[in-house]
């Protein structure tokens, strides 16, 4: 989520500045890379309840996904909005 906002990536807005409060930074990892995700913790989970748009199994917070060189290649796709 930082490095989106930082480099203005559109459609990631970021409110809380990633505290997973918001729900603005949700994306849809794609479901090929779902597999090397780290497991969303109970917070994330209850957030991804308030989305502006739907909910899906591959939705995340972006703000709650750890930059790593294991998920080198992760690709994700922005909602059509945040609010």
Avoid: W
Wanted: with cysteine; proline share 2%; aromatic share 4%.
């Amino acid at each position: 989520m930082h490095g989106a906002v930082f480099n203005g990536v559109e459609g990631i807005v970021g409110e809380c500045g990633g505290n997973a409060m918001c729900a603005t930074c949700h994306v849809y990892v794609d479901e090929k890379d779902l597999d090397r995700m780290e497991a969303m913790d109970d917070l994330e989970n209850a957030m991804l309840d308030s989305t502006a748009r739907p909910r899906r199994a591959n939705s995340r917070l972006s703000c709650q996904i750890k930059v790593s060189a294991e998920l080198g290649g992760l690709t994700m796709n922005i909602p059509e909005n945040q609010y």
